[in-house]
Structure formats: structure tokens, C-alpha cells
């Protein structure tokens, strides 16, 4: 017989609310339910009623994050729909803050899997190195996080040979010390214990949950919206996707230290071949009537940003599809069968932000356009059904 051990909503091992409903036979786990519903903000709503430059700084915000990747999707769906081209070295200097990003928060993410397994010596380097990073946006953008540095056709400030010397020398250093952190978590015999051959999702099942980022890449799925559908600069200095086979909570923490070096060459070689010119286009007032969709690899996978707009100073309709929103289908997979003290680190281990995934979903169905509002937790019990 089973018994239910709720995992929050207010759990110390887990940074937002959330409820994970476990069932336990022993110490064994045999089936999962997630609850989610306690944060959700109406960012989307709220947006519909702001013109499009008043929501770059909504946008920058639905993620304590990535909210440079989102304000990047955004962005580039407005000038889609409106066919501005940003300068190139504006698309140099957004590529740059966005690695940027990616890099803080990889660091983040294998610090607090650090401290989640007891390892508080990795944890404290990790994020003692991420100051160093931290210092460096702040340098550039004049903000530690929320940088306010994309905008609608370019960036608000340009990156000075001061800046850009500053940054090679915090990234070159920044790769030495990561050759250390692959080889702790290569060689470390408690790391290993914890993590290696635990929340395993094979190939077959990443493909068929349709994850995305380091969570599909650490199961060998070579997905890089990056490299896959190149945007901004990316494909002027190219991307090497990482990926590993194994598909368990080491490799995906694998995969995050290689993305952390390869960010770092990414950002040097766009500091190297950054071209001279103006980083920024004038800002215009309307958008014409239609509707446009944008993608950008964020640091947990695939975003979208969807815009419907009737000829207006603001979107009639913003949808946003986060990564964490595609990868909660694989929770099961990962829990069901490993014990209750693994709870923590396999979760983790799929980098989740619940607060910029709560939201509700209308189908809508394509011969009789019927609109349906279908709720988080509902289509939670379908993803159930289907594993």
C-alpha cells in the first residue's frame, strides 16, 4: 500500500512554491503528482494593456533569470512583424549579454545542486566565481541582472574596448576554473553516488515528451534553437551543441559545464569579430495588423514568444511557452522508481522556474474553432496518462 509524502508547496530543498504529491511504497517512489497554480502572475494579461516598449521591461521580468532571453524573443518578434534590422553590431552586443546570461545562470544552477547534495564547499566557488560575472554585466549594462540592454531594433548602451578587455579576462580565467569543477563532478565518489544512474530519461522518452535544452541534450537529443535556427549573431560565430548519452541527472549537470565553456569562446569570439557602427534604429509607434512567433534558446531550452496585434501601440494577444513548461512532462520519469532522498537533486536537475510557467492554456480546436481554457494541473493528469 502506497502512502502520499507532499513535497511542499513550502519545502526548504525547493526555491518556489510548488506540490509534488509522492507516492512512496518504503522508501521507493511509484507515482508523482505536480500542483502548481500558487504564483501565477498574469504577466500575459497585464501586457495587453502596455505599449510595446513599456513591455520589454514586463517581459524582462517574467524571469528572475532569463529575462534577457525573454526580452530577446519578444523583441524579435515585434521586429519581425514590423521588418526592422538591427544593426549588426547591435546583434553582436545582444549575443554577447545573452551568453552572458546563460553563463550566470549554468553557475547557479550547479551551485544549488552543490548545496542540494551537502557539497557547500562547490556550491560557495561556484557562486564565489559567478560574482566575478555578476560584476561584469554590471560593468557593461550598469545592472546586475534585469540589464535593461535590448531593445526594440538594437541595445540601449555599446560595449566599450575597456568592457570588452575587462570580459576576456573574467572569461578566460572563468574557463580555467570550470576544467577544475568538470573533474570534481567527474571524480567526486559522493557527487557521483548522488547523481550518476539516478532520474534517468532515455533518448526514446526525451523524444517523446518533447523536451528541449540541457534536459533533451543530456539524453542525447542534439537540439540548439542556436544552431538549429540562428537569430541575432549566432550565426556569424556559431554554436557547438553539447550533448551527452547517458540521460541522467549527472549528464544533464555535465552538460551545463560544457555549455559554460563553450559560452565563454562564444562571447570571445563575438568580442573578436564584433563589427564598428551604430548599435541602435529608431523606435517606431505602431504595429501593422497580423500575428508572429519567435524562438531563442534560453538557458533551460526552448522559448516562445507569440504576439497577436490589430494595428495598435500594443499586442492584442502575448502567449509565452517556457522551457520548464515542455520539460514538467518528464518529472515522472525521473522520480518514479528512485528513493525519497533523490526527490531533490532529480527535480533540480531540469534547472525548473515555476513562477514564469503558471498560467492557463485555451485550445483551440481547428475545424470547429472552439475554445477551450484548460488548466495546468488538468493537463498535468494527461501527461500521467500518456507515461
Known amino acids: 500500500m502506497s502512502i502520499i509524502v507532499p513535497i511542499g508547496p513550502y519545502h526548504p530543498a525547493l526555491h518556489e512554491p510548488e506540490l509534488f504529491k509522492v507516492y512512496v511504497e518504503g522508501e521507493t517512489i511509484v507515482d508523482v503528482e505536480l500542483r502548481l497554480g500558487y504564483i501565477h502572475r498574469g504577466i500575459e494579461k497585464l501586457g495587453e494593456s502596455r505599449d510595446f516598449l513599456k513591455n520589454i521591461y514586463l517581459a524582462e521580468r ?72 555578476m560584476d561584469l554585466v554590471e560593468l557593461i549594462s550598469g545592472n546586475r541582472k534585469t ?30 576554473y570550470m576544467s577544475i569543477v568538470k573533474k570534481i ?50 550565426r556569424d560565430v556559431g554554436v557547438e551543441v ?15 559545464i560544457d555549455e559554460v565553456n563553450e559560452s565563454c569562446n562564444i562571447v570571445l569570439r563575438a568580442l573578436d569579430a564584433m563589427p564598428q557602427g551604430e548599435y541602435r534604429e529608431p523606435y517606431f509607434t505602431k504595429l501593422p495588423v497580423g500575428e508572429v512567433s519567435s524562438r531563442v534558446e534560453a538557458h533551460r531550452g526552448e522559448l516562445i514568444h507569440y504576439l497577436l496585434v490589430k494595428g495598435d501601440n500594443k499586442p ?46 485555451t485550445i483551440v480546436k481547428h475545424d470547429t474553432l472552439e475554445e477551450k481554457v484548460v488548466k495546468i494541473k488538468d493537463l498535468w493528469r494527461r501527461f500521467r496518462r500518456s507515461v
Open 62 to 133: 517574467v524571469c528572475g533569470i532569463c529575462g534577457e532571453h525573454h526580452v530577446q524573443c519578444f523583441v524579435q518578434a515585434v521586429e519581425k512583424l514590423e521588418g526592422i534590422v538591427p544593426p549588426e553590431r547591435a546583434e553582436y552586443i545582444r549575443t554577447i549579454m545573452l551568453e552572458l546570461e546563460r553563463i550566470h545562470s549554468h553557475l547557479l544552477l550547479l551551485g544549488v545542486s552543490a548545496h542540494e547534495m551537502g557539497y557547500d564547499t562547490v556550491f560557495m566557488h561556484l557562486w564565489g566565481v559567478r560574482e566575478n560575472l
Open 147 to 176: 540589464y535593461a540592454m535590448i531593445t526594440i531594433g538594437g541595445v540601449r548602451r555599446d560595449i566599450s574596448r575597456d568592457q570588452a578587455d575587462k570580459a576576456r579576462k573574467v572569461l578566460k580565467s572563468l574557463k580555467d
Open 185 to 234: 563532478f567527474e571524480n567526486d565518489r559522493t557527487l557521483r553516488l548522488r547523481t550518476v544512474g539516478r532520474g534517468v530519461l532515455s533518448y526514446s522518452d526525451a523524444k517523446l515528451l518533447d523536451v528541449v535544452g540541457p534536459v533533451a541534450r543530456g539524453s542525447g537529443v542534439k537540439i540548439d534553437i542556436r544552431a538549429d535556427s540562428p537569430y541575432a549573431a549566432y
Open 242 to 256: 553539447k550533448t551527452r548519452s547517458e540521460g541522467d541527472s549527472w549528464a544533464r549537470f555535465m552538460v551545463r
Open 316 to 361: 492584442y494577444r502575448w502567449r509565452i511557452r517556457t522551457p520548464t513548461y515542455a520539460n514538467l512532462a518528464a518529472i515522472p520519469k525521473l522520480l518514479i522508481g528512485e528513493s525519497i532522498a533523490e526527490i531533490p537533486i532529480n527535480i533540480i536537475s531540469i534547472d525548473p522556474c515555476f513562477s514564469c510557467t503558471e498560467r492557463t492554456v
